[in-house]
């Protein structure tokens, strides 16, 4: 069964940091470019992050670049996310997705839509960022 279990989220002040960590089993991780995206609430999803299936090429959403980064351990099918210099405007229920192509992926950075032909998802973890 394929599965990407997203964790790390929670509550925190603005300023503060966060990891969040995607966990991948049932698939070839390896094989696989991984992203991370964001949905706040009464909004679409927007991509953040992603990385190729190396962890080679990275690409970021303007609006993060420079408080995001992304890297992934293929030894342990892991892909992280540290968010530093959290802002209220964070706020939102951030996802990870596995897809074969690393176009797919990131030519949905920065940019609001549906994004439901991406391979996998997981289920979500729930940032909350205080002012």
């Known amino acids: 069964e394929v599965q990407l279990v997203e964790s790390g989220g929670g509550l925190v002040q603005a300023g503060g940091s966060l990891r969040l960590y995607c966990a991948a089993s049932g698939f070839t991780f390896d094989d696989y470019a991984i992203g991370w995206f964001r949905q706040a609430p009464g909004k679409e999803r927007e991509g953040v992050s992603c990385v190729s299936s190396s962890g080679g090429s990275t690409y970021y959403a303007d609006s993060v670049k420079g408080r995001f980064t992304i890297s992934r351990d293929n030894t342990k099918n892991t892909v992280y996310l540290q968010i530093n210099s959290l802002k209220p405007e964070d706020t939102a229920v951030y996802y990870c997705?596995?897809?074969?192509?690393?176009?797919?992926?990131?030519?949905?950075?920065?940019?609001?839509?549906?994004?439901?032909?991406?391979?996998?998802w997981g289920k979500g973890t729930l940032v909350t960022v205080s002012s």
């Open positions: 997705a596995a897809d074969r192509s690393i176009w797919n992926l990131a030519q949905s950075m920065g940019t609001k839509g549906d994004y439901s032909g991406l391979d996998y």
